[in-house]
């Protein structure tokens, strides 16, 4: 049982901001949600996470609705080398070792 | 930093010859964590060791896979004998388990695994 859905594929023109959604409609209370990408050929990468409050660090934003039950990964400008695929995580903090990942979201960034 | 380091980058072998996969941490960390990902199955856990000391290994396939982690620097997850279903790539990852915080998980470049 899937605890997120997202969209198969994306595009993104160069430059321009890439937004990537995800559901998360049975989120628990104590539960994160995680964001990593995976370049073709290499191994998984964190980029963010958060709780109920929108986050933002060097690579992009989380926007959490305040229902929780959908988010929304922004990267400001995307380049090529953005391309890859992104994956959604729900999981709870503390002992937090489980990452479940699903299918993702390829994202092509177009010249 | 080097970060994880893992050995050998591919591996190509027949079915039945035992396989062993090698995995380096970043320095200081204390958690390991081993991973397979097929394109049917996508990317799993197979095992966590804390400290090096196995907390979960319900991912493990069956008893032809066992991982070991005998100091803080070094783990191996070895296959014997292999069949041609375990061909696949298998990624180490690492981090920092610190009580109360999320610690990310850094991963290393893989080991392609061929089994003919």
């Known amino acids: 049982d899937a605890k997120t859905t997202q969209p198969t594929s994306m595009d993104c023109a160069e430059g321009r901001a890439a937004n990537l959604p995800c559901n998360h409609s049975t989120i628990s209370g104590n539960e994160y949600v995680y964001w990593y990408r995976q370049i073709h050929s290499q191994g998984p990468q964190y980029i963010i996470h958060g709780l109920k409050n929108n986050e933002t660090n060097e690579m992009a934003s989380l926007i959490i609705t305040e229902d929780r039950k959908s988010s929304t990964l922004i990267l400001p400008h995307a380049t090529l080398r953005d391309t890859a695929v992104y994956y959604c995580i729900v999981d709870r903090g503390g002992s937090n070792y489980k990452l479940t990942f699903g299918k993702g979201t390829l994202l092509t960034v177009n010249p | 930093d080097a970060g994880v380091i893992q050995s050998p980058r591919h591996e190509v072998t027949e079915m039945g010859q035992e396989v062993t996969l090698r995995c380096k941490p970043i320095s200081g960390h204390n958690s390991l964590f081993w991973y397979r990902q097929t394109m049917m199955r996508g990317l799993e856990l197979l095992i966590y060791f804390n400290n090096n000391v196995p907390i979960d290994d319900s991912g493990m396939p069956e008893d032809r896979f066992s991982a070991k982690m005998p100091n803080a620097s070094f783990s191996t997850l070895k296959i014997q004998p292999s069949e041609p279903r375990d061909s696949a790539v298998y990624f180490c990852?690492?981090?920092?388990?610190?009580?109360?915080?999320?610690?990310?998980?850094?991963f290393g470049p893989g080991t392609r695994l061929t089994v003919l």
């Open positions: 990852a690492s981090s920092l388990k610190v009580q109360y915080s999320y610690n990310e998980q850094f």
